[in-house]
């Protein structure tokens, strides 16, 4: 393979695992946060009658549609970069 192919995957790569992990701590720490801290997770919110567990809850959502979208972005343009050098690459 190319290096500027290598490159590209090694990128994608430094992108991809960050952000798995990111993803799999903030949704693994709703059960851990309730198995180690319930007294606070089952205290109210700023938000009136949510406890801070349903608020943290909710707020995965939003979360994991953000990460996908940061996700998609950066695919496109590793997409886009590789198709460059594909292109570049043909006779």
């Known amino acids: 393979m190319d290096e ?3 490159e590209l995957i090694r ?3 430094r992108l991809l695992i960050p952000n798995l992990a990111i993803i ?4 693994f720490m709703l059960p851990l946060s309730l198995i180690f ?3 606070f997770m089952n205290k109210k ?3 009136t009658g ?3 567990a349903w608020l943290y809850a ?3 959502l939003p979360f994991v549609w953000f990460m996908v979208w940061l996700y998609h972005v950066k695919a496109k343009q590793f997409d886009r970069r590789m198709e460059e050098t594909i292109q570049e690459e043909l006779p």
């Open 4 to 6: 500027r192919v290598l």
């Open 11 to 13: 990128r994608k790569k």
């Open 24 to 27: 799999f701590l903030f949704y």
């Open 37 to 39: 801290y319930p007294d």
């Open 45 to 47: 919110s700023f938000v």
């Open 50 to 52: 949510v406890t801070w």
């Open 58 to 60: 909710f707020l995965q």
